[in-house]
């Protein structure tokens, strides 16, 4: 808790810093809490910030290629960790996502993690500033037929029939892509539908009791408000009482951690939440009755 409360001290000066435009000594303080725990995305957002401001591409490269090794390292070990710990509530939210299916309720499309891929694009930014090499574009998508069909010939003159058939092969080939893509789009739709994410958040308190009951009516309306909207499955108090767990669905991590961040606890830095994703690809049977 002390070790906690510490390094809320350290972010708070930090900002206190940025406030008053001395980037570089809130960069210092950002850097070494970031180095010491990769996976504070507070602190590893702000310094990117502040990086970007300074053009201090090297050390922004540094911290975004961390980022992107701490995220690849620790994902699935934590994932399969907390499942290993936790088989009952894996259970539950397996469970639900069942309950969820037989209702006819589809809301929940898993899909990959945009704060990561946002991670990578900045980082093939930051790269080509760095070594001065123009990023590779993206190739521009293909004509449809009827235009690319269109071939304006001087009169008298037909095209040979040797570029006609390169064109024609270049139709085809954009087509067969497009088919492909199509295709490995529907495959991925398919097994999302069979193995879909949950969330589980975990809220950790950082302050006493007395101030966490002093803000709880706030928190029930928060948590009502997000039941209404069918994010969150269930949710309760940890045992002993240091905190609580919400199990949730979205379509994504990065909808999960915008909610999170409404939370009057987090908002207000009364505790701390940290996201778990996991797969769901088993469920028990008496859901219903075990909640009851």
């Not at 539908?193 to 969330?199: D, E, G, I, K, Y």
């Not at 309306?221 to 940890?238: C, E, I, M, P, T």
């Not at 240091?242 to 830095?269: H, L, M, S, W, Y």
Request: charged share 30%.
């Amino acid at each position: 808790m002390e070790a906690t409360r510490t390094i809320n001290e350290q972010i708070a000066s930090a900002r206190n810093l940025e406030k008053n435009g001395q980037l570089s000594g809130a960069a210092v303080i950002y850097q070494r809490i970031f180095d010491k725990d990769p996976n504070n995305q507070q602190v590893m957002s702000r310094l990117l910030v502040i990086y970007r401001k300074l053009k201090g591409y090297p050390k922004e490269l540094a911290v975004l290629n961390k980022a992107i090794e701490h995220y690849q390292q620790t994902r699935k070990t934590a994932q399969d960790k907390w499942i290993q710990s936790n088989p009952a509530a894996a259970r539950a939210g397996r469970s639900i996502l069942k309950q969820l299916e037989k209702s006819g309720d589809t809301a929940m499309v898993p899909g990959a993690t945009p704060t990561v891929e946002r991670w990578v694009k900045r980082k093939e930014f930051v790269t080509a500033r760095i070594t001065g090499k123009k990023r590779k574009k993206r190739p521009k998508p293909e004509k449809s037929k009827t235009t690319a069909s269109v071939h304006i010939t001087k009169p008298g003159k037909q095209p040979k029939k040797k570029e006609v058939d390169k064109r024609q092969q270049a139709r085809e080939s954009a087509a067969m892509a497009r088919k492909t893509a199509a295709q490995e789009r529907r495959e991925l739709a398919a097994r999302s539908a069979l193995h879909p994410s949950l969330f589980v958040i975990i809220l950790r308190y950082l302050v006493a009791l007395e101030k966490i009951d002093a803000v709880m009516k706030q928190h029930m309306a928060f948590l009502d408000k997000h039941y209404a909207n069918k994010d969150f499955l269930v949710s309760g108090r940890q045992v002993p009482r240091t905190g609580g767990i919400i199990i949730a669905r979205a379509k994504d991590r990065n909808t999960v951690e915008k909610i999170v961040q409404q939370d009057p606890f987090v908002k207000r830095r009364l505790a701390s939440a940290d996201i778990i994703e996991f797969t769901a690809s088993q469920h028990g049977k008496d859901l219903q009755a075990w909640i009851k």
